[in-house]
């Protein structure tokens, strides 16, 4: 849903819609789009961080072999990318 919401923000940005490919088009209006990725960028880095922090306490309480905590870690580490 945030992907979806994000792609709509990048169209809804310029009025009329072809005033984002064609900045020359007369009466082409668009807000400010480096501001706009940049808030996007920063809330999917957020989530990012969010989803992995969230289940290391969880994997921390488990009563396993440190080993196997240490694997489950990178496991949810490499989702961070």
Known sequence: MWSLLAALAAFALCKPLAAG???TLPGGTCAHKKTV???IGTLDLAL???VFAFPIPIIWRLQIPA???VGLFVMFGLGIT
């Open 21 to 23: 490919w064609d900045p």
């Open 37 to 39: 990725f940049l808030v």
């Open 48 to 50: 990012d961080i969010a």
């Open 67 to 69: 080993r196997k905590r």
